[in-house]
């Protein structure tokens, strides 16, 4: 979703917003026993019938730096240390795939602002675990499936 909604405009512009709004955290692969659902909230919000676990996190967003990919970076609580297991069990090389939500927490069934991204690389810590999010994967693909060169093609090559 590239633009909020006229209603969460009208709320981000109130003064006394009894409301506010919630961030919700997405990460998911096959390699996991299930998709990983964080809230940036005290408590646990149960939306749509699935539930959030309600922990601290923090997101830097991406710098603009000469000849580097664009990166955010996610800072989840380590709180209770269930999050880290889940982690500890992929094996080497997985890929992630990150979604983050905006919500009102008077809608939070109502997405008003999503971006999804790989992770590009993750650390965890005692205090906190990081996840780094960009594209990474994408700006390092080839940019065709199949190159025309003397392996795949030896029929126009001279020699």
């Not at 109130?14 to 919630?22: E, S």
């Not at 967003?61 to 069990?89: K, S, Y």
């Not at 094996?91 to 999503?114: F, I, M």
Request: aromatic content about 4%; hydrophobic content about 45%; overall charge negative.
């Amino acid at each position: 979703m590239a633009t909020l909604s006229i209603s969460a405009r009208r709320q981000l512009q109130r003064v006394d917003d009894p409301d506010g709004f919630l961030m919700l955290l997405l990460i998911d692969s096959p390699a996991l026993s299930g998709p990983v659902r964080v809230v940036q909230d005290t408590r646990d919000w149960l939306i749509d019938g699935t539930t959030y676990i309600g922990l601290p996190l923090s997101i830097q967003m991406p710098q603009d730096v000469a000849r580097e990919h664009a990166r955010a970076q996610i800072r989840i609580d380590n709180v209770g240390r269930d999050l880290i297991g889940e982690f500890e069990r992929l094996p080497p090389g997985v890929s992630l795939d990150v979604t983050l939500r905006l919500v009102s927490r008077a809608a939070p069934a109502v997405t008003e602002w999503e971006f999804v991204s790989g992770g590009t690389k993750g650390a965890a810590s005692v205090l906190d675990i990081a996840l780094g999010i960009g594209d990474d994967e994408a700006m390092q693909r080839n940019a065709v499936a199949l190159r025309c060169d003397p392996d795949t093609s030896p029929g126009i090559f001279a020699g």
